[in-house]
T-cell receptor
Framework: DAGVIQSPRHEVTEMGQEVTLRCKPISGHNSLFWYRQTMMRGLELLIY????????DSGMPEDRFSAKMPNASFSTLKIQPSEPRDSAVYFC??????????????FGQGTRLTVV | KQEVTQIPAALSVPEGENLVLNCSFTDSAIYNLQWFRQDPGKGLTSLLL?????REQTSGRLNASLDKSSGRSTLYIAASQPGDSATYLC?????????FGTGTRLQVFP
């Protein structure tokens, strides 16, 4: 497996524009996580899905942020409209969630977002 | 609510030293704990996963232990090398979530 794949790797956009980040989890994994990383706040969990269903989106900072997982192999994180304070590295991670234990979580390489 | 703390925040050591990185968590009802490494500008690489039924896990020069009763995990790095320089993060579950500590930034100099 190629691991968790995120695109784009880098995104520079102007304030007010819509940004869509994409993630392909590892095949067979049923949990997917979106994180944001900044120097000030470290790694913050934004939202996670189990079996394509959003379970907890309490980390999503504002209504400008939305995430979807239409099928087991694809997820998007959308910011509309984007603001300079959204500049960060956004990571996607996946793992296999079991009844009694979970496997390792694996991370993508991240999308570095810069909003100017 | 699960909170994860890592000490020290930064560490600079000469090559060859044995190191201990610490991770504390507030919710002892965890069922696993995972250690990651992050190189500058890169993603997170999984190092070790310890299930709650285990006390420790080993991979090469790395050994991680888990003590649920005290809410602690330690990552032991034997015979450190310059290539070990990176930020090390631990993550404990809060329910289904993976909650991260703020990391320990390690520099190993020749």
């Amino acid at each position: 497996d190629a691991g968790v794949i995120q695109s784009p790797r880098h995104e520079v956009t102007e304030m007010g524009q819509e940004v869509t980040l994409r993630c392909k989890p590892i095949s067979g994994h049923n949990s997917l996580f979106w994180y944001r990383q900044t120097m000030m706040r470290g790694l913050e969990l934004l939202i996670y899905f189990n079996n394509n269903v959003p379970i907890d989106d309490s980390g999503m900072p504002e209504d400008r942020f939305s995430a979807k997982m239409p099928n087991a192999s694809f997820s998007t994180l959308k910011i509309q409209p984007s603001e300079p304070r959204d500049s960060a590295v956004y990571f996607c991670a996946s793992r296999l969630r079991g009844v009694t234990m979970n496997t390792e979580a694996f991370f993508g390489q991240g999308t570095r977002l810069t909003v100017v | 609510k699960q909170e994860v703390t890592q000490i020290p925040a930064a560490l600079s050591v000469p090559e060859g030293e044995n190191l201990v990185l610490n991770c504390s968590f507030t919710d002892s009802a965890i069922y696993n704990l995972q250690w990651f490494r992050q190189d500058p500008g890169k993603g997170l690489t999984s190092l070790l996963l310890i299930q709650s039924s285990q006390r420790e896990q080993t991979s090469g020069r790395l050994n991680a232990s888990l003590d649920k009763s005290s809410g602690r995990s330690t990552l032991y790095i034997a015979a450190s090398q310059p290539g070990d320089s990176a930020t090390y993060l631990c993550a404990g579950p809060g329910g289904d979530k993976l909650i991260f500590g703020t990391g320990t930034r390690l520099q190993v100099f020749p």
